[in-house]
């Protein structure tokens, strides 16, 4: 059975349908230009707004969302959205009941919308668009993807005093790392963009290297961030590269987490064989901020990296070592990016400015002499097995925690002749299956 309005409107000629059709929308778009020209103004004279977009400011949006859901959780919302707890929200237990579920993993917050709050006497709607708006990027030339672009609009009314949003966005990176005391800011890529999430610090106390090493390479970065005014008179680009070589397992991405750590300075991990193209490369480090740690590991498993020189053990006649060019092999399907990109792009005209690139490696030798010249790297570390010194300095802290009660000769005793901290500590958690026996007894 249909409705009399389905059968009306059923029973007009189709040219009525499309002429109502357009003088719908023709009262649309007049209804719109006039609110534009009147209310809308009006509220636009009385206001001011910033959107903050996760791809194109990750901290700040970070910052920004962590500012808004704090005050929201204050209210009674009845529409939540389930989202994964990081490690540092489940141990956190100032957050209401209610709205995070502490053994699930899981934590509820208000759902993407528009939210009225007061502030400092002021009027304020915060918009937190959700992934419902795509955007098409293309990566190596062929390959197209979708990007969701969440972002955080924040209007104040009453007001068009610009300065009250760089207030706001001071507070919440204040509240922001007061609420993650011993976190560290860690960026990661996903194609063209860098992502964010808090990861846990490693202080200095937690790091066995001799102390001189790590005094050094500390000192060196304090420098480095102090010096911006020595670098300008002398045309000199405000960059630094640091090179940390040496055994598998000596503790140089450790040691890089330390640095991040006691300067306070944000993390980019930078994975250059996920990279496709040369554009994606010359973004990611164009959008690093200034005062920040660039990681890459093992830069010698990059083929960009590699030595591009046949360095001949054979003397000639008149002694003399020979070194033959090789022709620079072709960027793989996997990776676009040559040598000359990488070299151009960490410590080029185009190159950014005021990051600290910090590489490691196993084998030094492999690495392409125009990578680790002066210039592109600055210093460089050797990070060899540890010490007796180091060895006994973890046994200490492992003992003082409770988790051995091995005596030390012990300790070293069943550790290689050459040991690192990553065979201390794949002994420190090695359990016997007697011992295993006596706690299910």
């Not at 005093?161 to 800011?185: C, F, K, M, V």
């Not at 002398?234 to 991040?260: D, E, H, N, S």
């Amino acid at each position: 059975m249909t409705s009399p309005t389905t059968g009306f409107l059923g029973s007009m000629p189709p040219w009525v349908m499309l002429g109502l059709g357009g003088a719908l929308g023709w009262v649309r778009n007049f209804w719109t230009m006039i609110y534009q020209r009147t209310i809308g103004q009006v509220t636009r004279r009385i206001s001011v707004s910033v959107t903050v977009e996760e791809m194109d400011h990750t901290e700040a949006w970070v910052w920004l969302q962590y500012w808004a859901e704090k005050r929201l959780r204050e209210r009674r919302i009845s529409t939540l959205l389930l989202r994964r707890a990081t490690v540092d929200q489940q141990s956190n237990c100032d957050k209401p009941l209610g709205f995070q579920e502490r053994d699930s993993g899981y934590e509820l917050v208000p759902a993407y919308g528009v939210y009225p709050f007061k502030w400092r006497n002021r009027y304020l709607l915060i918009f937190n668009s959700g992934k419902d708006e795509p955007t098409a990027q293309t990566s190596g030339g062929s390959q197209t993807f979708n990007i969701p672009r969440r972002r955080v609009t924040l209007t104040i009314w009453g007001t068009r005093d610009r300065n009250l949003l760089l207030d706001i966005i001071a507070e919440a990176r204040s509240e922001w790392e007061a609420g993650h005391p011993t976190a560290l800011h860690y960026f990661y890529h996903r194609y063209c963009y860098w992502n964010s999430r808090p990861m846990a610090s490693r202080p200095r106390n937690t790091v066995y290297l001799p102390d001189g090493l790590i005094d050094d390479i500390l000192s060196d970065a304090q420098q480095f961030l102090k010096s911006k005014n020595r670098y300008e008179p002398m045309g000199i680009p405000w960059r630094r590269g640091y090179l940390l070589f040496g055994c598998p397992g000596g503790g140089k991405t450790t040691l890089v987490q330390c640095l991040a750590t006691e300067l306070q300075l944000p993390l980019y991990y930078l994975s250059l064989a996920a990279l496709r193209s040369r554009e994606d490369l010359a973004g990611l480090l164009d959008d690093v901020r200034p005062g920040s740690l660039v990681l890459i590991e093992d830069v010698d498993c990059i083929a960009a990296a590699a030595e591009r020189m046949n360095q001949s053990n054979e003397a000639t006649t008149d002694g003399k070592q020979t070194n033959t060019p090789l022709a620079a092999s072709p960027p793989t399907s996997e990776s676009k990016i040559t040598p000359s990109d990488l070299l151009n792009y960490i410590d080029g005209i185009i190159a950014s400015q005021g990051r600290i690139l910090v590489m490691t490696t196993n084998w030094p030798e492999k690495l392409d002499r125009a990578l680790t010249r002066a210039g592109r790297v600055d210093r460089k570390w050797e990070i060899t097995y540890a010490r007796k010194e180091e060895l006994l300095a973890f046994h200490r802290a492992a003992t003082a925690i409770g988790m051995t009660n091995m005596p030390k000769e012990d300790f070293l005793e069943l550790l290689p002749d050459k040991a690192t901290i990553a065979d201390a500590q794949a002994l420190l958690f090695r359990i016997e299956p007697a011992e295993v026996a006596c706690e299910t007894a």
